[in-house]
């Protein structure tokens, strides 16, 4: 089946540290949205990015769509325990007049205090 | 705020049982989903629904079946569950654009999940 390849699978920081995620698509992407899934909770929208080359932050976190929209990432600034969880990004589809999501495998994130 | 329920937190069915899991928004929205989340894997689509009585299979429909008789429920059924289905099921659901504005993904709201296991 289609998957959004994400890396690094898993990533375990030192709390203060920065952390980096990268989503790649094989297509050009009229857009991409990132969520957060806390342990043992469900996946919350976190952003969409629509243009090439958009830079958009929320307080540590720094989201950017590259310039040929095929790619994007999410950087922490300065890592909290509270950042703990796994970051998807998901991107759209067009299937005979419909569109569906497809994510990414998701990156999981630990931070330690 | 957007809500989205699960029938189920924890389910545990043996080989073979018929399994119903449920789905229930309460903002009109047109989109629903189901997923299946298991270690490694991600997210993956099973089916969605885009109305009333349509339904579109996702990247993984075998096994599966759904059911969407009102717009705010959506049901997915294992018609055989076997042990390989045992996994984390999400559902999800979404304000639908139009055909015109399909290229603007909308936010997905997620439901808490139900954790089955088929033994």
């Known amino acids: 089946g289609q998957q959004v390849m994400q890396i690094p699978q898993y990533q375990h920081v030192q709390e203060g540290e920065d952390f980096t995620t990268y989503c790649n698509s094989s297509?050009?992407?009229?857009?991409i949205q990132w969520y957060k899934q806390r342990p043992g909770g469900h996946p919350v929208f976190l952003i969409q990015?629509?243009?090439?080359?958009e830079v958009k932050k929320q307080k540590r976190l720094t989201f950017q769509f590259g310039e040929a929209k095929k790619n994007s990432s999410l950087h922490i600034t300065a890592t909290q325990t509270t950042d703990v969880g796994t970051y998807f990004c998901a991107e759209p589809r067009t299937t005979s007049g419909t569109y569906k999501y497809i994510f990414g495998t998701g990156t999981r994130l630990k931070v330690l205090a | 705020d957007v809500k989205v329920t699960q029938s189920s937190r924890y389910l545990v069915k043996r080989t073979g049982e018929k399994v119903f899991l449920e789905c229930v928004q309460d903002?009109?929205?047109?989109?629903m989903f189901w997923y299946r989340q298991d270690p490694g894997l991600g997210l993956r689509l099973i089916y969605f629904?885009?109305?009333?009585?349509?339904?579109e299979k996702g990247d993984i429909p075998e096994g599966y079946s759904v059911s969407r008789e009102k717009k705010e429920r959506f049901s997915l059924i294992l018609e055989s569950a076997s042990t390989n289905q045992t996994s984390m099921y999400l559902c999800?659901?979404?304000?639908?654009?139009?055909?015109?504005?399909?290229?603007?993904?909308?936010?997905?709201?997620f439901g808490p999940g139900t954790r089955l296991t088929v033994l």
């Open positions: 903002m009109d929205h047109e989109n």
């Open positions: 629904s885009y109305d009333v009585k349509m339904k």
């Open positions: 999800a659901s979404s304000l639908a654009t139009g055909w015109g504005l399909a290229g603007v993904l909308d936010t997905q709201y």
């Open positions: 990015l629509v243009k090439s080359g």
């Open positions: 297509t050009t992407l009229s857009n």
